[in-house]
């Protein structure tokens, strides 16, 4: 018959192969699950709390709440581990036009699904130590990464904010 090496060989490359087509599988049923998902969400700026100078001439430091309503249920399948959540903010200043800056995040595991509307605080702060962030006009965006168990992360946005206008004075 075969030598003990050679039937390992065969046990392994048999168990490497059915492996890697369940994987495929498995990412292909991700894929299918992320284009039928419907996941509903609205973000709304609430208040701005301060936007005030950091001392010693470090910038400037913004803080604001804002209401998120969010129902993922249908983003879950038997691939996904976690849902991470952010919101961005996005403004555009005199030196560069395209300013994006992550205010608050949180990762969503399989029982909590859901955010009701109540007030968020921007855990992660909005700083600008170049430009000023009075007088700017920003979108806040509400944005997801589904990461899987295997396969890709997928990336989408949920939902976006009517443009603000920051004051032009500082406050307390």
């Known amino acids: 018959m075969h030598s003990t090496s050679v039937r390992f060989n065969v046990l392994v490359t048999t168990s490497l192969t059915y492996l890697i087509v369940l ?69 555009s200043s005199p030196r560069f036009r395209r300013n994006q800056a992550t205010v608050w995040d949180r990762y969503v595991e399989r029982g909590s699904s859901s955010f009701s509307a109540f007030p968020f605080y921007n855990s992660l702060g909005l700083h600008n130590f170049v430009d000023t962030l009075r007088n700017a006009s920003m979108i806040f965006r509400l944005e997801a990464d589904i990461i899987p168990f295997v396969g890709f992360v997928f990336h989408t946005t949920l939902a976006e904010t009517m443009e603000i206008q920051f004051p032009l004075e500082y406050t307390l």
Not at 28 to 57: D, H, I, M
Not at 58 to 86: H, P
């Open 23 to 91: 994987h495929a599988f498995c990412i292909l049923y991700s894929w299918l699950k992320r284009l039928e998902a419907n996941p509903q969400a609205t973000v709304s700026f609430g208040s701005l709390v301060s936007l005030k100078k950091l001392p010693n001439q470090l910038g400037e430091s913004a803080v604001v709440t804002f209401q998120l309503d969010a129902d993922l249920q249908s983003m879950w399948n038997l691939n996904v581990k976690y849902i991470y959540l952010y919101l961005v903010a996005e403004y």
